[in-house]
């Protein structure tokens, strides 16, 4: 939020107040002071005046000449004060909501670029100004996610249909025969069909609050036990180390659903040994933090760059552009991760030194469970 000067709307406006009445009181004053005088010693040297009572009657008169004075003098120049204020206000506070109406209409009408300058009118302005303007860079976010996500699940699509199509008007034609090699290849695209909408609809659901939770308290070594477990022979296959990092003893049990998490850490570490060169290492390890208890998988593979490391866990966003879909995985396993691991009242962030030095995922779970496990 922006630093803001001068105080706010309502300590403006008070101070407008306050000076329309200064300028009446000091109006009067210096009229008091200057035409009272004067009136006074008019009515008192009035020519035929010789008698106490006729200067006392002129006295008075002089007195209430030189108060009508004063007072009409004072009470129109805080008129016109008033005025020049209240004119300045009503320009400055229409030209802030003008410029808000109009940035808005531009929303509305799908232009989420547009941005409201700041008004200085007070903090109530700049925190309404400050919060249309992350509104709409919400938006203009999420429309160039949904943008990409349409042309990525297009992409994603188009290579096993065309596939599937090419095959079977091939076998319609009696081009191609149906041999186990072809039907071994239909069946791989069919799958990878059914694996991207079982993504898809796995995010959709995590990330709506619709994902089911079944809470159990689990020491955090039993966790990284399964997960270690559970890629053992892939880790071998790939010709990598995989290492379990026994955490401290002390370490208290975690609010987790058992089955969800070792989905999370399965892909994290499918992820870790997708992109660590044969002759790596991949370790998984916990450590006590001050939010709660951090899960971590860490790799000596190929790195992420620092421009990546935000994005990572964005749907279909992969740092190596160049990886083709088959070995890159569908781009969703890492927002399927941040999505259920965000339902648990945690986080996960990625950390990395650059290309080559090896990358490292955090999850970060807290002891106690939520006040929300399931929707």
Not at 262 to 269: E, I, P, R, T
Request: charged letters at 20%; aromatic letters at 4%.
């Amino acid at each position: 939020m922006s630093v803001v000067r001068g105080g706010g709307l309502a300590r403006r406006l008070l101070a407008a107040l306050a000076l329309v009445l200064a300028t009446a009181a000091l109006t009067a004053w210096l009229v008091a002071g200057a035409v009272g005088p004067y009136i006074f010693h008019d009515h008192l040297i009035y020519e035929g005046t010789r008698t106490a009572e006729e200067a006392v009657a002129h006295a008075e008169a002089a007195f209430r000449t030189a108060s009508g004075l004063a007072l009409s003098i004072a009470l129109g120049t805080a008129v016109v004060a008033a005025l020049t204020v209240s004119l300045v206000l009503t320009r400055r506070i229409g030209t802030s909501l003008a410029a808000l109406t109009a940035a808005a209409r531009q929303v509305a009408g799908g232009r989420y670029e547009a941005r409201v300058p700041t008004p200085n009118m007070g903090h109530e302005f700049e925190e309404l100004v400050d919060a249309f303007n992350q509104m709409a860079a919400r938006l203009e976010s999420s429309e160039r996610l949904r943008h990409r996500l349409l042309a990525d699940v297009a992409h994603e699509v188009r290579t096993p249909v065309a596939t599937l199509t090419a095959y079977l008007e091939g076998l319609e034609d009696g081009i191609t025969e149906l041999t186990p090699e072809t039907v071994a290849l239909l069946r791989a695209q069919g799958t990878r069909l059914t694996r991207l909408s079982e993504d898809l609809a796995a995010v959709t659901k995590a990330e709506s609050g619709e994902l089911q939770l079944a809470m159990v308290e689990t020491p955090p070594v039993e966790v990284l036990g399964l997960a270690h477990l559970a890629a053992r022979d892939r880790a071998a296959a790939a010709g990598v180390d995989l290492c379990l990092d026994k955490p401290p003893s002390a370490l208290p049990p975690i609010a987790v659903d058992p089955d969800r998490i070792a989905q999370v850490l399965g892909n994290l570490v499918d992820n870790a040994l997708r992109h660590t060169p044969a002759g790596g290492r991949v370790t998984l390890a916990a450590a006590r933090v001050r939010d709660g208890v951090a899960l971590m998988v860490a790799d000596t593979g190929e790195g992420i760059a620092a421009e990546h490391l935000p994005h990572l866990f964005e749907r279909f966003y992969r740092a190596d552009t160049a990886r083709d879909r088959h070995s890159g995985g569908s781009g969703i396993g890492l927002a399927i991760t941040k999505a259920i691991v965000e339902a648990h009242g945690g986080s996960v962030r990625a950390e990395s030194r650059g290309r080559g030095r090896g990358s490292r995922f955090v999850v970060t779970l807290p002891v106690s469970a939520p006040e929300r496990t399931a929707r």
